[in-house]
């Protein structure tokens, strides 16, 4: 199998990294996930660097409001979820310290242990394997920096526990306005997560590619992918001056979610041609067809 570099070359991906990708990361600890430490002399460090300096230096609210104009029409192709996650064959995220492998194998990953675990929940099963599909924008003149890695509001001052810190901001117009540099800028106390502009990328492109398409999965496994990305809050702590009591729900079932969302979670090897039709029953089965995107 091929693959494009984050420097567009074409490189020779092992064929068994596909089909047993846990042999790569089997004796890498926990701990070891999300290090976003800076390394120079590390590629995949450094490139990591690169694509959060220049998300966080461009990501105002006049940008996401842009992104939102043009990607929320959903007139820009059609496709099934089948063909789409086919794509990510050809998708290594810029952001991911973790990994350098195509997207399709951690998505994988993510539906087969859900599946250990909630056998009975086919709906959940499918989340896990869906939920990085907004990724597809990068195939759509999209540079990663606005489609993958961790989201967090605009609008607002920047969450102290958003990666890199407040120095990655430093050029970012909104860093120096006083109508979004405040605990509160825009928006109200307790006003609700799902109230709140939040960085565009692959998180919120997919829920509302969902919405849209009137998939079937309950409200929790929406939500779930709409913030499974939101780091800083589920995560970090930040944002809590918005949270709402309901909220407390909704980070709920995105800890829950996310527990998935690492690669050490695989204990199995997810043999991806033998698991496509039962997938492919759960695909026709909450989203079927050709949906708009």
Not at 20 to 41: I, M, Q, T
Not at 48 to 59: D, F, G, I, Q, W
Not at 199 to 226: C, T
Request: hydrophobic content about 35%.
């Amino acid at each position: 199998m091929k693959f494009k570099n984050p420097d567009n070359s074409i490189s020779m991906l092992d064929p068994s990294l596909l089909l047993r990708p846990e042999s790569v990361y089997r004796d890498k600890p926990l701990a070891c996930f999300r290090d976003y430490s800076v390394d120079d002399a590390d590629p995949i460090k450094e490139r990591v660097r690169r694509t959060y300096y220049t998300m966080h230096t461009n990501m105002t609210v006049d940008f996401v409001k842009s992104k939102m104009e043009k990607w929320l029409k959903f007139n820009h192709f059609k496709s099934t979820v089948k063909d789409a996650l086919i794509k990510l064959n050809e998708l290594v995220d810029e952001s991911d310290p973790d990994t350098d492998l195509p997207n399709i194998v951690h998505a994988f990953q993510t539906a087969e242990r859900i599946r250990q675990d909630y056998p009975d929940d086919d709906w959940f099963q499918l989340i896990g394997l869906i939920h990085d599909l907004g990724k597809v924008m990068a195939f759509y003149d999209e540079p990663q920096w606005c489609v993958v890695g961790d989201t967090f509001p605009v609008g607002c001052r920047w969450g102290q526990s958003i990666v890199y810190g407040d120095d990655s901001f430093k050029d970012n117009p909104d860093t120096h306005d006083p109508r979004f540099n405040t605990e509160l800028g825009m928006y109200k106390a307790k006003c609700g997560i799902e109230n709140l502009l939040m960085s565009w990328g692959h998180d919120e492109y997919l829920y509302r590619v969902l919405k849209h398409n009137k998939a079937k999965f309950p409200e929790e496994g929406l939500q779930m992918i709409r913030f499974h990305s939101f780091y800083p809050w589920h995560a970090g702590g930040d944002y809590n001056q918005f949270v709402t009591e309901n909220d407390e729900k909704i980070r709920q079932a995105v800890l829950k979610f996310n527990q998935y969302d690492l690669y050490t979670k695989s204990a199995s090897a997810p043999d991806i041609e033998a698991l496509w039709p039962y997938y492919e029953r759960l695909i026709d089965k909450y989203i079927p067809g050709e949906l708009d995107w």
